[in-house]
């Protein structure tokens, strides 16, 4: 029987309550007494010299109060990176200035140049068109290949070149790598795009500053899935405010994918001008403007080579990848190709050697940083299209050829670094085989052929590490940052709690799953427990949500400080019952003295605790409130096994998902609803990817694909029923809760399935030439690859 | 959106006065000229909403057996009523954009605009319909004049088009997968005096009538007759989501495809 409640339980999600009726508090839905409304003067070339700025007009033009440029800055520090990598040589990376507004040169369309402040948003928007820029055109930097070409034009005059760094991973196996593949049995090769995506979500970005002139305290309203990075970030590298004086809300957000975890020029302009001014500025982004500004994700182009002997073991794996940074390094942009790239390689094979090389490129375009999944997707797919391949090229059953080389010991020390502690590969693709009936392809591909379709099976399987992440670990890595989550959780005097979290939920269920760890683990009602998060000036220091870390990391902050309170009430407890701690039991809410019949309830603790009449003083401070900080010994690593269908149209090209099948081992549980949802979300976004979606620029670095009318996102009508299975567990060793994380698993594990099925399907038409086609797979790529 | 004076009249007299103002812009269901102008890309003087003129609404047939339909007359409308009549030009207003864009657009809106991967310029092109304004009736064969080009003069407001119902018709769209407007749609119609194709979403030049596929199935109205036929690439749009010679393939294919559903 599925639980009711409590950690396990399909517990609808309280959140949406407020959501589904209007009441959701947006960023944008907050609007403060006397605010100005800022509009960005934005670059429209992609690089040029800023030679003038004349603002006399736009300044003298109704309303406007203030038109901010680049000289304001001049005092203020540029926007931070957060992770610093090292190169294959032992050197840091290039890391060139990251300025608020542009300081001499613009090096992307979008790129901010001025601000106008005005009273009204149509009368900033009126003296916005105003600004008179003077830019000298520059020939943009687009191709990365090209961009470490000798003589290419630099992005940034101050680096050496448009390297940021070449990274070797790891660099020791370098030679044994090479040696192994010069007496492979067999090599398979193969050439891929992982193309450039935006991240659209739902709500655009939106920054309100606002700066209390009695306190000297300024406050900073933003679209943010971390608003206690943003705060240090802003406040220590950007304008000098120390975090006692920085509040930062981040409220309800219509979804990040990542691209709300970075902190952005508009961030600490609002802070800025709302001092400058002595009044509140709001700024809210149009959905053109996200296009250009949000960060983008993956843009890599990869070379990957599968060593193998005659019976399709794997010997090594060798990769080159150019990796687009976009114009300046966003937050955590370094981190994506490297060590959330680099360190997934082995996949769930057991492959002996693994060298990863790694240039990531600076071009005149929009930063690139963490997407849904971050440099895991990007591995998964080149590994997983690489494996069907070779299994094509040696005869091999594509299942037969990853059961052969799974990883089936745990703990398993890959050659990438890493240590899986648990999984269970074989018992996921069993799985997969079972729901995504694969006995019946054969019957479904012959109904297809008859309706004039080509029919197409992919599968593949996929790993990830989650759960982000080890703080010593990480900072040897280059992060410059701490990656533990926090909890404190504080018991009303009536029994209730609120739980405050350093997590963030933009979409994800937290109020609804955390509550039921919370409850389960006191045994109250899941109603009485309340998650608060999102604001600096209530909740602790916390990392915030990405990375599939929420459950695992915050989830155990947790977990670790409701112990601490469960500790104390049995003190309490005991107290009461003059009894001992260590025979106090708690069961269903209610403390018993073990063996016997006496009980006090959860309340009457907790009222005692607030009302200390009869309480142990000497030995206990009255009150129930506890914190904890939680920092994993390892990674997290969901698994499982996707199956994808496709029917092709043979005369358009046109692709259509027909089934999709997915088996994630996620580790235990707790809202198995949610876990669904999450891997239907993940899973779309996916199949957006495989099919759909592509940030294009042209020659001159003009977004081609800058609006709905042609970066194609997915809809409901472009997806098949999805089924999905979680049953396949193996708890997490190193967290309380055994939970892995499932945010990111869909998006992860999709894409290669996707592309794997059409490949499939055109190869059973008897197209022998087509191995690969680049995502996204739309009909004029299909058709054209059908041309040979 | 930059400010803008908007006037909303109730007969075609009072609208085509208001269109005299300088820069004045007519707008009906403004599924385009309204983005347009929250974009900041126009800015007229003077929106004249043409929606509260009763006489350029509905559908009817004419003594003379024309469907006649009202220029303000939205996508849904026609969806709804006009399938007794002309089914193909039902199903094709059912095809355009979402609900939304449905209950506001207009095929007079469309037809002004003559956006090159629109779908109905394709139905009144392939119907030989009448395109009829306040001062004139004008052939579809005069009308298109390319890329959002029109033979409408300054000022001249569509008042109603008339199309003559063929014996059998059919309209193919291949959506382009983010805007869902034509990537190529051919509308096929068999009439007395043969068959006529008109295609859309193809041509640099905007919507056309593939002549050598209305000679072939003038013969013989079936979708083999036009499989010896190729259509020359060279003035098809080159964008992201097709090179010229997949439109052309794909303009075949979908030729093929509404003689079949016309049968």
Known sequence: MPKDHGIGAPSKRREDVRFLTGQGRYTDDINLHGQAHAVFVRSQVAHGRLNGLDTTAAAAMPGVIRVFTGADFAGVGGLPCG????????????????????????????????????????????????VEVDVEELEPVLDMKA???????????????NLCYDWGFVEENREAVNAAFEKAHHVTKLELVNQRLVPNAMEPRVAVGDYNTGTGDSTLYTTSQNPHVIRLLMGAFVLGIPEHKLRVVAPDVGGGFGSKIFHYAEEAFCTFAAKALRRPVKWTCTRSESFITDAHGRDHVTRIELALDAEGNFQ????????????????????????????????????????????????????????????????????????????????????????????????????????????????????????????????????????GRLR?????????????????????????????????????????????????????????????????????????????????????????????RSLAVGGSAMVRATEKIIAKAKKIAAHLMEASPEDIELKDGAFTVAGTDRSVAWGDVTLA?????????????????????????????????????????PETGKVTVERFAAADDFGNIVNPMIVDGQVHGGIAQGIGQALLERAVYDEYGQLLSGSYMDYAMPRADDMPFFTVDHSCQTPCTHNPLGVKGCGEAGAIGSPPAVANAVVDALQRAGHASVTHIDMPLTPARVWAAMQG | MYSVEFDRPATLEA???????????????????IPTLKQRLAQPSKL?????????????????????????????????????????LARLAAQIGDPAVRNRGTIGGSLANNDPSACYPAAVLASGALIRTNARDIAADDYFEGMFATALQEGEIITEIRFPIPEAAAYMKFAQPASRFALVGVFVAKTAGGVRVAVTGASEEGVFRWGAAEEALSADFSAGAIAGLSLPADDMIDDLHGTPDYRAHLVKVMTGRAVSAAQ
């Open chain 1, 83 to 130: 992770w610093q990598v090292t190169d294959r040589h032992g050197q840091p990376m290039q890391e060139p200035a990251h300025p608020v507004l542009a300081q001499g040169k613009v090096r992307h369309v979008g790129d901010p140049i001025a601000v106008v402040v005005a009273e009204t948003l149509e009368q900033a928007r009126d003296a916005a068109e105003a």
């Open chain 1, 147 to 161: 961009a470490l070409s000798d003589g290419a034009p630099l992005v940034h005059d101050d680096l050496t070149s």
């Open chain 1, 316 to 451: 090594a794996i060798r990769t080159e990848t150019h990796a687009n940074m976009g114009a300046y390094l966003s937050t955590f942009a370094p981190s994506v190709p490297t060590w959330l790239h680099g360190t997934l390689m082995a996949g769930n094979y057991k492959t002996p050697l693994i060298y990863v090389n790694v240039k990531a490129v600076f071009t005149n375009t929009v930063p690139v940083d963490a997407y849904r999944g971050a440099g895991r997707p990007e591995a998964t797919y080149q590994l997983e299209r690489l494996i069907d391949k070779a299994a094509r090229e040696l005869g091999m059953d594509p299942i037969e050829i990853r059961r052969r080389n799974f990883i089936t010991e745990f703990p398993y020390a890959t050659p990438v670094a890493v240590e899986y502690d648990t999984g269970d590969y074989n018992a996921t693709l069993d799985k997969l085989i079972e729901i995504a009936d694969l006995a019946g392809f054969d019957a479904r591909l012959a109904e297809s052929k008859a309706r």
């Open chain 1, 456 to 548: 197409g099976l992919g599968i593949n399987c996929y790993i990830e590490a989650c759960g982000i992440a080890p703080s010593h670990l990480v900072g040897q890595l280059g992060a410059r940052a701490g990656l533990y989550e926090s909890a404190t959780v504080r018991v009303n005097a009536t029994g209730g709690l609120v739980v405050m979290t350093g997590s963030h939920s933009h979409g994800q269920g937290h109020e609804t799953s955390f509550a039921q760890v919370v409850a389960d683990m006191i045994g109250i009602d899941e109603n009485m427990v309340e998650i608060v998060h999102g604001d600096t000036a209530n909740t602790p220091m916390g990392m915030g949500t990405y990375g599939s």
């Open chain 1, 609 to 649: 605790a607030y009302v200390p009449h009869n309480y142990p003083l000497e030995e206990l401070e009255p009150g129930l409130e506890e914190t904890a900080f939680y920092d994993p010994n390892n990674f997290t690593y969901p698994a499982g096994a996707y199956a994808c269908e496709v029917e092709v149209d």
């Open chain 2, 15 to 33: 609208a085509l006065a208001g269109l005299k103002a300088e820069d004045a812009q007519a707008l009906s269901g403004g599924q385009t000229l």
């Open chain 2, 48 to 88: 004249v909403s043409l929606t509260a003129i009763p006489s350029l609404q509905g559908i009817c047939v004419a003594d003379d057996g024309m469907l006649c339909i009202g220029a303000t007359t939205t996508h849904a409308t026609v969806a709804a009523e006009a399938g007794a009549h002309y089914p193909a």
